[in-house]
């Protein structure tokens, strides 16, 4: 008896050949139906998948699980796979692969075919020889790295110009190219006037050299494409002969073909199939997902928790067979075999597919054709992929009838041979693939990322319109502008206000590439998973930037009156839920994470308590999970809100809702612009509370949330971070930012007064600011309503020569950790000198922070720490080690390190 090793599943068998494009947003890829028009022509029988994955290891364990012959990889895996496979010599000098190819015997080639599409591209354009030619790119990152060896392997001679000198010169040394300036540069526009092919790879649509500095005899090729870049607008109105990156994708495609095939493809076959891709609108999915694969990948169980989280119900096809029929699957097998049971199937497929919902089918439901268009029809299909050794680790023995071998090699067997039997079924129905090997809870969220990812119209509608072109505002500078996060205060405000209603609301963005609701802040993503397990329905149209949220009873649905709801680590999700939950009377548990597991939520209980709210938790080192059991009354209330604003928050927001009116007597209350937020959404929303006296709230009863629509705005906190960076750096262009509101009700809009304290020059837009240096000195100023501030402030401190006071910072010892000393602890280590005097923090700052020096530091697994020192390294030109940065920022600045590394 050999090992179980010795056995591997024929994933090939059926003569289907499968393909796919790896990486984090494959339904957005035009690659699949050029790919496919290119088998079809040739006559493979071929199916080319989306597999969505971010992490290289697990990708290529479900490409082989799955059985791929080869696979193109996308962002954010290029690098991260290319250490995991056998590079060929482009890959090996690039770092990176596009092109992988699977081999009988395990092993995985590496290929990249970038260069192919980019000279594929430039051909079109009418550079078929390049030997000789001036060349310019404009990058430093993996495309570029991709331009200047196809360049400079066709001859070229090449000049490398990027926003980061160091990592222009790096890139031109490794590969050969003939020099490397700054982009904003004499040399670069000398260098781009006199060149005869200019290629972008700047990933953005933000004008980033002169127009006036482009030749019109040039060739321009941008690896953009679907949006028009700046750069790529610019060049068209100059005359330039230009092509975007569909053509480098056409081109980058035929070659990954070719080496999967060994046949050259007609490229334009692929071109017309690419660009009917792209002009075709995005499908909608209206009746859900369907979610497919063999037995023990966990779509029954995935099922429910993912139609939570997509405002979906559950359904699922061998229940729904079980039901109706009186007896187990098991049992209807024994007793009418496998025919019988597949005729159930289709007609409880046939009922359910009708119905929107996350459905779960059963293991063999795709080997009927029939059922296959029932499945897809309209439905987001998902295959939960996974090895034959973790899905029996799944499957309860004697639970599947088609599974009846025993002992563990012959079972292993079976279910190998079953995997491989259905294998070709649930290709031909897959719209994506997922990886079902990790925790259930893991794939019901990656079904959610998916289901939220879609586009709700055509992106690539946007048009020149979307193109920033302002002047510079200082003289002889080019502005650097950056795009924030929405205010999660606001938001989080917002999403349970619309929640409650009685209607859908409408929330618009602040800025118009926003990304998905998975790459929001983890705080705002957190409320986001909230409220949608409150029975919510969320919808994220990314054209528009809007998020629609229409709440249960609009959809037929309850407020659940059980169920388990995380806060992650956001206290203010936490404490406003906690107020909601024992106003409507709703014995929901609130779930916590990470550092809210350390921050003061006992004392918000027992003041919630005063209201005649119950709850029943743990100790206070094991707090969490907090079971609300309701009470909440009406009455007049007295609150100590010194320590925090948001349990006044919580009760301004569910008061409301109880039967009589209210009174809240609000004393000592600190950070009242966040009460003035929490005012403004109530009003937003139709409720109605009086301020009769300075604190003092009258609060009417039985209200009711209308829904609305109403404007995000940008997050004056993370805002803080880049606009004391341009204050304290010593050189550089201005940084910019646009979509601020200058009337906001968040407290940390005072960085602008502050700043221009401080002695930076600070100029007001009309939606926005710019900031850069000028002759800092030392502060003293009180941060009682802005705490969140402390953080940048110490960095801005640090920079201005003398002895800097910010006040009134006992409130931030209570937040993700103890700032004050975080704040001490860390710039000490790297030479600064800080102390505490009391309830203020002193800071000896220096001229361009020279006392600082390069270390390793904590985050702390605070966002603002680490932002602060992030800025601090950045500022004072010494590289910092910070543990814990990466995770920490997702909090409320998911972008936070591609912002910085834009401003350096």
Known sequence: MGTRSDFKADTRAGGLKLYAILGHAPLLSASPPMQEAAFAAAGIHARYLRLAETDARRALETAKVIGLSGANVTAPLKESVFRLVEPDAAAAAIGAVNTLSFLEDGRVEGRNTDPDGIAGALTDLGAVQLNGLHAAVIGTGGAARAAVYALRRGGAEVTVLGRRPERAEELAESLGAQAAFPLQSHKARQTLLGADVVIGTADTRERIVPPEWLSPHALLLDALYGVPSALFLDASSRGLSCADGTAWLLHQGAASFAVWTGRTPSTDLMRRALSKALASPPARFSRGISLIGCSGAGKSAAAPPAARLCGLQAADVDEAVVQASGRSVSEIFQASGEAEFREKETAALRRLAEIPSVLAAGGGTCLNPQNRELLTHDRLTVWLAISPERALLRIPPGTRPLLSATGTEALFRQTSELMSARREGCALAADVVLDASRPLPEVASA?????????????????????????????GETEIEVLLP????????????????????????????????????????DALHAVQTMGALVRHESVSSELTIVPAPCRNAELPARTAISCGESALLCRLLLAAASALGREWEICGKGTLLRRPILPSLTQLESTGARFVHGPPDALFPIRTLGGMTSGIYRLDASATSQVASGLLMSLPLCQ???????????????????????????ITVIESEPEIFTIPGSQRFHGTAADIEADWSAAAFPLVLGAVRHSGPPVVIRGLNWNSPQGDRRIADILEQAGAHVHRLPNGIAVRRGGLTALDVSLKDAPD??????????????????????????????????????????????????????????????????GAVSSHDDHRIAMALAIASAAAGHPLHIDGADAAVRKSFPDFFEMLGRLL
């Open 789 to 854: 501030l402390l953080p940048p402030l110490t960095v801005l401190a640090l920079f201005c020569p003398g002895r800097s006071r910010l006040r009134d910072i006992g409130r931030t010892r209570q937040k993700e950790c103890d700032r004050p000393d975080a704040l001490v602890s860390e710039f000490s280590s790297l030479g600064g000198k800080l102390e505490i005097e009391g309830n203020d923090l002193v800071i000896h700052g220096s001229e361009g922070g020279a006392a600082l020096r390069e």
């Open 486 to 525: 929405p205010s999660k205060s606001q938001l989080i405000r917002c999403l349970l206000a619309a929640a409650l209603a009685d209607s859908p609301s409408r929330l618009r963005l602040p800025r118009p590439d926003t990304k998905p609701p998975q790459d929001f802040p983890q705080d705002v993503d």
């Open 660 to 686: 009589g009116d209210s009174r809240l007597i609000l004393e000592h209350a600190a950070s009242r612009p966040y009460i003035d937020m929490t005012l403004a959404v109530l009003r937003r929303f139709g």
């Open 447 to 475: 079904i959610a990322r998916l289901w939220h990812s879609l586009p709700m119209r055509d992106d690539a509608a946007k048009g020149a319109d979307d193109i920033r072109r302002t002047a510079p505002l200082f003289s």
